[in-house]
C-alpha cells in the first residue's frame, strides 16, 4: 500500500457526497498540509451549471483541473505538503493533475449510489444537486491498480478513515 505520509501531495477523490472536505480537512490537519478545497476553484459558469443540474463535460472540467493542479504544484514548490478535495473521477483527470506533481497520491473514497444521493440531499448550502449523483457514477473510473491510489470505505467516519490509511 501506498504511504499517503510520505507523498508531498494527496488527492482526496470520489463522488459528491463521499467526505472529501471532510477527509481532506482532517488529514491536512493531521499532517500540517496547505488544504484545497477544490469546489472553490470552479469558475462561476461551471457553479452555474451545476446548480441547475448540468453535469460537466470533460473541457469544462479542463481548467479547474488545471487550477487545482496548480495550486498543488505552488504548496509542494514552497516545501508544503499539500490535500486537495477533487473528485478526479476519471483516470485522464488523474493522469493531468498529475502532470503538476509527479508523486501525487489519490484517496479513493468508496460510497455507494444511495449513501452518495442521501448526503448531497441532506447538504445545505452547496451548489450540488442531488440529480448530478447518478452522473457523478456514470462518469466514475475507480483507480487501476497501476495508480497511486489507496482506496478507504467512504462510509466510515472520519476519524476511522485516517486510521485505517495510517496503516
Avoid at 470520489?14 to 482532517?26: N, P, Q, R, S
Avoid at 490535500?83 to 493533475?97: G, I, N, P
Avoid at 509527479?102 to 455507494?112: A, G, M, Q, R, T
Wanted: contains cysteine; aromatic residues 6%; hydrophobic residues 45%.
Amino acid at each position: 500500500m501506498t504511504d499517503l505520509r510520505m507523498a508531498p501531495a494527496i488527492v482526496v477523490m470520489g463522488v459528491a457526497g463521499c467526505g472529501k472536505t471532510a477527509v481532506g480537512e482532517a488529514l491536512a490537519g493531521a499532517l500540517g498540509a496547505d488544504f484545497i478545497e477544490g469546489d472553490r476553484l470552479h469558475p462561476p459558469e461551471n457553479v452555474a451549471r451545476m446548480a441547475r443540474g448540468e453535469p460537466l463535460t470533460d473541457a469544462l472540467r479542463e481548467g479547474w483541473l488545471d487550477a487545482i493542479g496548480a495550486r498543488i504544484a505552488t504548496s509542494v514548490a514552497e516545501g508544503q505538503k499539500a490535500v486537495a478535495a477533487c473528485s478526479a473521477l476519471k483516470r485522464t483527470y488523474r493522469d493531468r493533475l498529475s502532470r503538476f506533481c509527479p508523486e501525487v497520491v489519490f484517496l479513493y473514497l468508496k460510497i455507494d449510489r444511495e449513501t452518495a444521493w442521501r448526503r448531497v440531499a441532506n447538504r445545505k448550502g452547496h451548489f450540488m444537486p442531488a440529480s448530478l449523483v447518478d452522473s457523478q457514477f456514470a462518469t466514475l473510473e475507480e483507480p487501476a491498480a497501476d495508480e497511486r491510489a489507496v482506496t478507504a470505505e467512504g462510509t466510515r467516519s472520519v476519524g476511522d478513515i485516517l486510521k485505517a490509511i495510517a496503516g
